[in-house]
């Protein structure tokens, strides 16, 4: 057991308490950092395991990024994509609904992707999500290339 941000080795309970609140093994010093940006952000947790699986697949991303409008879950600048994770997909509202269209909207005029993924999707298909992730990324990258 190691922590994801710094590799240090974890004692048990840093290792529990970790599991617990962000459901990522981290140091104290990172899982206190990751417990201030939960309690900022109201970040959903899968957002904080697709982070770490997305660094672990060699993917520097940002989270909590600020767009200047709002903070997006994740950000991955290099290919100017923007991953949302919708943490009640099934209860979403058509007021939501029609925000989360308005923003997509707003992203694609700055030249920005946005992608909502469902929390169960990161939740029980991780290495699907970071697979697919990647084939995006992939994908906007070509784009980029055609553009330019
Ligand atoms: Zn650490």
């Given at each position: 057991?190691i922590?994801l941000?710094c590799?240090?080795?974890?004692g048990?309970?840093?290792?529990?308490?970790?599991?617990?609140?962000?459901g990522?093994e981290?140091?104290?010093k990172?899982?206190?950092?990751?417990?201030?940006l939960?309690t900022?952000?109201?970040?959903?947790?899968?957002?904080?395991?697709?982070?770490?699986?997305?660094?672990?697949?060699?993917?520097n991303?940002?989270?909590?990024?600020?767009d200047?409008?709002?903070?997006?879950?994740?950000?991955i600048?290099?290919v100017?994509l923007?991953?949302?994770?919708?943490?009640a997909y099934?209860?979403?509202?058509?007021?939501?609904?029609i925000?989360n269209l308005?923003e997509a909207?707003?992203?694609?005029?700055?030249g920005?992707t946005?992608?909502r993924?469902?929390h169960?999707?990161?939740?029980?298909?991780?290495n699907e999500?970071?697979n697919?992730?990647?084939g995006?990324?992939e994908?906007?990258?070509a784009?980029i290339k055609?553009?330019?």
């Open positions: 057991m922590c941000e590799k240090k080795e974890l048990y309970l840093d290792h529990k308490n970790a599991m617990e609140s962000a990522v981290l140091c104290t990172h899982h206190e950092r990751i417990k201030q939960i900022k952000h109201d970040t959903p947790l899968e957002a904080i395991q697709l982070y770490y699986a997305l660094k672990e697949a060699g993917i991303s940002m989270l909590e990024w600020w200047g409008k709002k903070s997006i879950d994740i950000a600048s290099r100017k923007n991953i949302e994770i919708d943490s099934d209860k979403l509202t058509e007021h939501e609904a925000n308005e909207m707003h992203s694609f005029k700055n920005f946005t992608i993924i469902p169960i999707v990161v939740r029980y298909y991780l999500t970071v697919n992730i990647i995006i990324m994908g906007l990258k784009n055609v553009i330019n």
